[in-house]
């Protein structure tokens, strides 16, 4: 798998929702100026991603990595615990 992770696309957000078994929702957030005024802008995207562990909770910062599909909405994978929530 190390080969391959150079090719596969990696985000970092946090985790909102950990309802789900084996699946969390992650919020990235990214900032821009904006094209025209150049006032920083915050956009943010959910992913739902695969935690085969159910290591992740509410809070957390993870790294996701772009996967196969696994069911109708989740393409990514929980690589790492960046950092757990307080």
Do not use: Q
């Not at 090719?7 to 985790?15: E, H, M, P, Y």
């Not at 084996?22 to 956009?43: A, D, L």
């Amino acid at each position: 798998m190390s080969g391959e992770s150079g090719r596969r696309k990696t985000l970092t957000g946090v985790v909102m929702s950990d309802v789900n078994d084996k699946t969390v929702v992650i919020k990235v957030e990214r900032r821009f100026p904006h094209p025209k005024y150049g006032k920083m802008v915050r956009k943010s995207k959910r992913f739902m991603a695969h935690d085969e562990n159910n290591s992740c909770s509410m809070g957390d910062t993870v790294r996701i990595i772009e996967s196969r599909p696994i069911s109708k909405l989740k393409r990514w994978r929980v690589s790492e615990i960046i950092e757990k929530a307080k």
